[in-house]
């Protein structure tokens, strides 16, 4: 480079995921050349190099990769709307959909038009291999390379330059001897997070450690935030740049709705070596084309990238923006469609498999599971929820609404607490055998209703079962009674739903189509578990009895020469076992019957045994630990389980709502014993001091 003399500093335009198939291509064709041309590098303008993500293979019609839920591939002619300023990144989970057969074309269709490329090879050191562009006296050296698990290339196999550690390193110092500065592309990283992740932080301070004067990230779909400092500049996320959302989107509104913010793009102009970077917001049209933001648009992208950077800046504040993403929509709703996709495609174990894998990428362990599953919990109802909505027919759905008899709806609702009267008869026979000492059904009662209204925001019934048990324990001293007593209550309840669904089966016209069969299986399933069961604890009582009593004096610390109640023994009891499955099935009885009155409210005819059969699987349902008070899964199971008797889901989804109310209503009458119950003990304390 010249010196004593200023120049102006040569500057390169990084863009982000460059997607040319479908109605982008048709987009580019249409306009053609020069004003495709146009179109695609506007936002690049005054810029010596244009630095991108070439995110799709470039060929002819290929045979696909199999089990890919995307193979993106673009028409060779898209190219020729390609600037000759292009540096083309190749290092994705993109190019290698068409195989070695599309890469191999790929890299030909490039070369025939002089657009340089990196990142992607016939092999390794192919795709390790530096593109060097000289601007006014300055040598710059690009390299690309992906995320190691995105279709790496060997040492004789075509591929990707894989992000590991050492490979970057050697790389890049060996670009920078070559060089006045080293710019590389990775594309890795959490989807659709605006914010990096640890993993991205640390292979950035690598390669600036390395001697790379900038590192672009792609691959999260939307802009994020920039670092700078004396060893270089980090883009952390650089978006979109051509990308059609309706291809991705299949026709559903929802899903368009996530993918809007691939939609906000920017032009990162970085000028060398300054390292002045400037952020030119732009928006991608319908036909997935870049175009120009409206003043507003262009202030909502800049700010989101100045707060971005802001946090980035901040360990604390990235942290939270990190525990933010993860409960956003936009980022778990189309992850969580993904992974469910990959279920369908591979099954759960290799899902289960990438998915670990992916957090292991992320740099952060299973420390992400947590929150993971806290955001699925209270995510996934409202999903299941909008999927629902969807496909209802709201007009029938109001129609059915109006049509409804008060009366009986107000019958069924009053009827409810009914179903929690013979649970708290239940639960007391359970504590009096297992206690072996006489508890007040007043007691059992005001605290099983409290234990419904604390657990309906808790997963399944474990919020339910934990405060019974607790206030069991605090009553009688003794806390393993009391979880024997909860843990056979929910077995017994089990059995006996499993009874009624094998037993009505033969009896009901229902199609035996894989639901139905699902069913039956598993209800089956569950009978034989629970004869073997049975069949164990008799044959091993007394073992078993001295196992739980020593593991109960270590637990919970048994004061010496105090001999606990056997755990096993009553399970035993006939008395018990007819007592308790009596209670269950009383129970399922009558909720089938307030279920039936519901039916003839909204005036559907439907069988007493169909529902009858349908609650004990309802109840089934309901103890999975994936949705606060059953929410969405309720409505999805009244859906689908009725649907087997020809109810149209309109009228499936009311009924699931008007028994949503009952539970609610139940739910405010232990509201109310609760706030009662706190009331009641400051005076009982004050009498006590005053006496003292």
Not at 98 to 116: F, S
Not at 516 to 528: E, K, N, P
């Amino acid at each position: 480079m010249k010196t004593g003399e200023v120049q102006p500093q040569p500057m390169v335009c990084c863009l982000g995921d460059t997607v040319p198939i479908g109605r982008a291509e048709e987009g580019i064709r249409r306009l053609g050349g020069t004003a495709a041309a146009i179109r695609l590098w506007k936002p690049a303008a005054s810029s010596e190099v244009i630095f991108l993500n070439l995110e799709a293979a470039i060929c002819g019609p290929l045979p696909p990769r199999a089990g890919k839920r995307f193979n993106l591939r673009g028409d060779p002619s898209v190219l020729d709307a390609f600037d000759p300023r292009v540096i083309a990144g190749l290092a994705n989970n993109h190019v290698m959909d068409y195989g070695e057969a599309g890469l191999a074309e790929t890299l030909d269709q490039l070369d025939a038009r002089g657009i340089r490329h990196v990142g992607a090879g016939r092999a390794l050191d192919e795709a390790r291999q530096p593109a060097f562009v000289e601007v006014r006296g300055l040598r710059l050296a690009f390299l690309a390379a992906a995320d190691p698990r995105f279709s790496p290339a060997g040492n004789r196999t075509p591929g990707t330059f894989p992000a590991i550690p050492e490979f970057l390193a050697e790389s890049i110092a060996a670009a920078r001897c070559e060089a006045d500065a080293v710019i590389i592309a990775l594309h890795a990283g959490m989807e659709f997070s605006s914010v990096p992740f640890p993993s991205t932080a640390r292979v950035a301070d690598l390669c600036l450690d390395a001697g790379a004067r900038l590192v672009v990230f792609h691959h999260a779909h939307c802009p994020s935030g920039w670092r700078q400092d004396e060893r270089g500049l980090v883009l952390f996320g650089t978006g979109k740049h051509v990308f059609s959302a309706a291809d991705f989107a299949g026709g559903s509104r929802l899903i368009d709705r996530w993918l809007q913010p691939a939609r906000r793009g920017a032009a990162w102009r970085v000028s060398l070596p300054s390292l002045s970077v400037r952020p030119e917001p732009f928006v991608i049209g319908e036909d997935g084309l870049p175009g120009d933001a409206t003043e507003e648009e262009a202030r909502s992208i800049r700010d989101d990238i100045a707060r971005n950077s802001r946090r980035i800046a901040r360990p604390p504040a990235l942290a939270a923006a990190r525990a933010q993403t993860l409960l956003r929509p936009s980022f778990l709703g189309p992850n969580l469609e993904a992974y469910l996709d990959m279920v369908r495609r591979h099954g759960l174990r290799l899902t289960w498999a990438a998915l670990r894998g992916g957090l292991r990428a992320q740099g952060a362990g299973f420390r992400l599971l947590p929150v993971l599953r806290q955001a699925l919990f209270w995510l996934l109802p409202v999903l299941i929820l909008a999927v629902i909505f969807r496909r209802i027919d709201w007009p029938m759905f109001r129609e059915n609404f109006t049509r409804a008899a008060p009366g009986l709806v107000l019958l069924g609702l009053l009827y409810y607490p009914l179903v929690i009267l013979v649970g708290a008869l239940r639960w007391r026979l359970l504590l009096e055998q297992f206690h072996r000492e006489r508890v007040g059904y007043g007691f059992a009662l005001k605290h099983y209703w409290i234990g419904l209204a604390l657990g309906l925001f808790g997963p399944a019934s474990i919020g339910w079962d934990a405060y019974r048990l607790v206030a069991a324990g605090r009553h009688f001293g003794r806390y393993a009674p009391g979880a024997a007593a909860i843990v056979t209550e929910k077995l017994l309840a089990l059995v006996t739903c499993a009874v009624l669904v094998v037993g009505l089966y033969p009896l009901l016209p229902i199609e035996a189509g894989p639901a139905a069969r699902a069913v039956l299986t598993t209800a089956c399933a569950l009978l034989g578990a629970a004869g073997l069961l049975f069949l164990f604890l008799l044959l091993a009582r007394r073992r078993l009895d001295r196992f739980v009593s020593a593991l109960a004096a270590r637990l919970l610390r048994r004061a010496p020469g105090t001999e606990p109640p056997s755990l096993i023994e009553p399970v035993t009891s006939w008395r018990l076992l007819r007592g308790t499955l009596g209670l269950s099935l009383a129970n399922l009885l009558i909720a089938a019957l307030g279920n039936q009155i519901f039916f003839r409210a909204v005036g559907w005819p439907i069988p007493y045994l169909a529902n009858l059969f349908v609650l004990p699987v309802l109840m089934f349902v309901f103890l999975l630990p994936i949705s606060f008070g059953s929410l969405g899964i309720r409505e999805g199971a009244y859906i689908l389980l009725y649907g087997l008797f020809g109810v149209p889901p309109e009228t499936a989804l009311l009924v699931s709502f008007f028994n949503l109310a009952g539970l609610l209503f139940n739910t405010s009458i232990g509201v109310i014993l609760m706030a009662a119950q706190g009331w009641m003990r400051p005076r009982t304390h004050e009498t006590r001091t005053g006496n003292g």
